[in-house]
Structure formats: C-alpha cells, structure tokens
C-alpha cells in the first residue's frame, strides 16, 4: 500500500499563487509516475500534470504556462507551482501515483481544494 497525503490548498484571489505537496510513503515503487489531477463540481477529474521518477513532465495545455510540477526523490515528495491563478482553476486537487509497468500500481490522495476567488 502506499499512502498520499496532500497538502497546500486554499482560497486566494485571481493572479495569485499557491504551491500544493504530495508526499508519498509505504511500499513505494521506484519507477513511477506522480502527478496531479483537479475535479470542478460537475465535471470530470481531469489531468493537470504528471512527473515520471526521471523527471519526463506533461502538462495540460489550459495550465501550461502557469503551473509548474517537480518532485523530491529523496523525500518521495512531488510538488505543483500554481501562478496566476484563474477562477477556471478552482477544483479539487489529487494527487496520483502510478506505474506503466505495474497495472496493480495505482493510488490516490484524498483531495484538497483549491478555491480562486475573482
């Protein structure tokens, strides 16, 4: 098993900036993905970044530009930047990890929310 626990959400105002963590611990498998994904009420969860253990990222395109994802491999931490935040942006945010060669390798934090006000 292996736990998520996130950290770092709140409210703050348009063109503003949060920075949310993720630490990861328990029976954690080195070749990995970790990454974030945000669910707005009625919509689905969608993908915001991910980072592979070598450091390979992707970012969705309406955040490129604004958010910037990294990760601690000592410290099985991962992090997103948020700057010039928009209210477009105001979701729920999870973090994931998972691997493309393990299909039973795939776990969830709980959420934490991220509100822009205008």
């Known amino acids: 098993q292996v736990q998520l626990v996130e950290s770092g959400g709140g409210l703050v105002q348009a063109g503003g900036s949060l920075r949310l963590s993720c630490a990861a611990s328990?029976?954690?498998?080195?070749?990995?993905?970790m990454g974030w994904y945000r669910q707005a009420p009625g919509r689905q969860r969608e993908l915001v970044a991910t980072?592979?253990?070598?450091?390979?990222?992707n970012y969705a395109d309406s955040v490129k530009g604004r958010f910037t994802i990294s990760r601690d491999n000592v410290k099985n931490t991962i992090y997103l930047q948020m700057n010039s935040l928009k209210p477009e942006d105001t979701a729920v945010y999870y973090c994931?990890?998972?691997?493309?060669?393990?299909?039973?390798?795939?776990?969830w934090g709980q959420g934490t929310q991220v509100t822009v006000s205008s």
């Open positions: 994931k990890t998972f691997s493309r060669i393990r299909v039973d390798y795939v776990y």
């Open positions: 328990g029976s954690i498998f080195s070749i990995n993905i």
């Open positions: 980072i592979s253990n070598g450091g390979i990222t």
